[in-house]
């Protein structure tokens, strides 16, 4: 079994490495008024390239990141967790999805970001665009399958269910045209980054 605590480590220093300086940045620059200009372009050939086929699995990650379908999945898991004596699971996996939506909702009355508007949408969000709610759900989920399973036969497939999942539903919100690209980076960053904190708080016994 490989060192799960040499993993997580890895984990938190890639995933610290990778997204926070860009997202510092992107937040920055958009907190100052400006704009990404090579975003517009992308999101066009992403919503014309890729086709109609996507279009049934945009629309059903969009609801499944819906606040009263993304709660009661949320809630579902942690009654089985509990159930199944894993009670600080139970614990974690409510948190690794309430904090992160807490940090999007303050960031988002702070940049104020209106949604793009680039072609008739199908489906259509109230709030701010920065950063992404959805893809902030979708991270703390990949999160949180690949932390519990880890130390699991079903890692790997933990895994790749997380990353597809966090992946594809950061696509779809470009290909549906509610978020740039740059409110998906952020929200997937804004989501690992929280649920490995909320993780390593909640397990903190196991790393003494």
Known sequence: MPDFF?????????AIVVFLPLSVYIAAHLANG??????????FIIHEQTGQWFFPIALLLHYLGKTAVAVSLVCLAAVCLWRFDKLRAAVFVPLAALLPTLNMLWIKAWIQ?????????????ANFSFPSGHSTFSAAVA???????????????AFAVGILFALSTGFSRVYLGVHYPTDVWAGWTNGTLTALLVYYVVFKKDFE
């Open 34 to 43: 400006g704009s990404f200009a090579f975003e517009r372009p992308l999101m």
């Open 113 to 125: 970001r209106p949604r793009p508007l680039l072609w008739p949408r199908a489906v259509e969000e």
């Open 143 to 157: 999160v949180m399958l690949i932390l519990l399973c880890y130390r699991t036969a079903y890692r790997r497939t």
């Open 6 to 14: 040499l993993f997580f480590r890895r984990f938190v220093q890639t």
